[in-house]
């Protein structure tokens, strides 16, 4: 069975960190790109960060940029997101995604769309609040 894995998110205070991991099972991360979205309760969902296959490369929406990291171990199977600085508009279900292709061996996906992407974890839930 194919899957993405989502762990690691919880209940943290504005100005705390949180670090999310998203594990493959069943096959490799070598070369697949790796997505975060997140959806908030009666809002769209909305790309957070990518990176490429390699590893290499990352992308950022303007939202999250300079507070979250996102950084790949194709060895370990794994991607985390860490969280820094967070704020209550940060709360959301959020999930990982991979695309396929060398198109993005050296640089990473866009997040504006969902589309292109054929894994998806089931979610992990992150509140922010005091």
């Known amino acids: 069975q194919l899957q993405l894995v989502d762990s690691g998110g919880g209940l943290v205070q504005p100005g705390g960190s949180l670090r999310l991991s998203c594990a493959a099972s069943g096959f490799s991360l070598d070369f697949y790109a790796i997505a975060w979205f997140r959806q908030a309760p009666g809002k769209e969902r909305e790309g957070v960060s990518s990176i490429s296959s390699r590893g290499d490369s990352t992308l950022y929406a303007d939202s999250v940029k300079g507070r979250f990291t996102i950084s790949k171990d194709n060895a370990k199977k794994t991607v985390t997101l860490q969280m820094n600085s967070l704020k209550p508009e940060d709360s959301a279900v959020y999930y990982c995604?991979?695309?396929?292709?060398?198109?993005?061996?050296?640089?990473?996906?866009?997040?504006?769309?969902?589309?292109?992407?054929?894994?998806w974890g089931q979610g992990t839930q992150v509140t922010v609040s005091s």
């Open positions: 995604a991979a695309a396929y292709g060398s198109s993005w061996f050296y640089r990473p996906p866009s997040v504006t769309t969902e589309s292109g992407y054929e894994f």
